[in-house]
T-cell receptor, first 114, second 115 residues
Framework: GQQLNQSPQSMFIQEGEDVSMNCTSSSIFNTWLWYKQDPGEGPVLLIALYKAGELTSNGRLTAQFGITRKDSFLNISASIPSDVGIYFCAGTPYSGGGADGLTFGKGTHLIIQP | KAGVTQTPRYLIKTRGQQVTLSCSPI?????VSWYQQTPGQGLQFLFEYFSETQRNKGNFPGRFSGRQFSNSRSEMNVSTLELGDSALYLCASSPPDSLFYNEQFFGPGTRLTVL
């Protein structure tokens, strides 16, 4: 099946730093989504992207749908302690069906050092 | 508007038993999807239901099944449990607007432990 390559696997940053993570696929995706998951909880949707080249912000978060439709990135500016968690990219492969499940990356574990 | 709810939150079973998990989607959402999350395999799609019909299925054995009721609530069943079925089972619902159909909203999950 489809696989998403998400990197980095983990990030150790200082509070206040900017964060960047990305996700790539070998095939075209028609939707890119970014989720955050805290321990013991389900993923929470942060940003959804539907058009190639689309750049969308949600507070300190900014995500882009790559122009090739095979990648996406998420930036977090001025990180704060509550940003700690696991960030997942997810998407729907271009199949035209609209009923396929989401394909997820393996996640980026964000750790903020005091 | 209340979020996706899942019951129970935690479950312990032994090998060979079967289990039923329940999910109530966000009000007005008619599509419900189920995912399995494990440390090794990550989040993997199990199946999706819409209007009481299974529309899509992931690559899981037939021991994993589900159904959806007329009020959009969904259940998934795992029969003949194996140790490898220990996982967090997540349910997600999607809004009816086709433009945002792929935006899936997750519940807190059911943590299943098979002993």
């Amino acid at each position: 099946g489809q696989q998403l390559n998400q990197s980095p696997q983990s990030m150790f940053i200082q509070e206040g730093e900017d964060v960047s993570m990305n996700c790539t696929s070998s095939s075209i995706f028609n939707t890119w989504l970014w989720y955050k998951q805290d321990p013991g909880e389900g993923p929470v949707l942060l940003i959804a992207l539907y058009k190639a080249g689309e750049l969308t912000s949600n507070g300190r978060l900014t995500a882009q749908f790559g122009i090739t439709r095979k990648d996406s990135f998420l930036n977090i500016s001025a990180s704060i302690p509550s940003d700690v968690g696991i960030y997942f990219c997810a998407g729907t492969p271009y199949s035209g069906g609209g009923a396929d499940g989401l394909t997820f990356g393996k996640g980026t574990h964000l750790i903020i050092q005091p | 508007k209340a979020g996706v709810t899942q019951t129970p939150r935690y479950l312990i079973k032994t090998r060979g038993q079967q289990v039923t998990l329940s999910c109530s989607p966000i009000s007005g959402h008619r599509s419900v999807s189920w995912y399995q999350q494990t440390p090794g395999q990550g989040l993997q799609f199990l199946f999706e239901y819409f209007s009481e019909t299974q529309r899509n299925k992931g690559n899981f054995p037939g021991r994993f099944s589900g159904r959806q009721f007329s009020n959009s609530r969904s259940e998934m069943n795992v029969s003949t449990l194996e140790l490898g079925d220990s996982a967090l089972y997540l349910c997600a619902s999607s809004p009816p607007d086709s433009l945002f159909y792929n935006e899936q909203f997750f519940g807190p999950g059911t943590r299943l432990t098979v002993l």
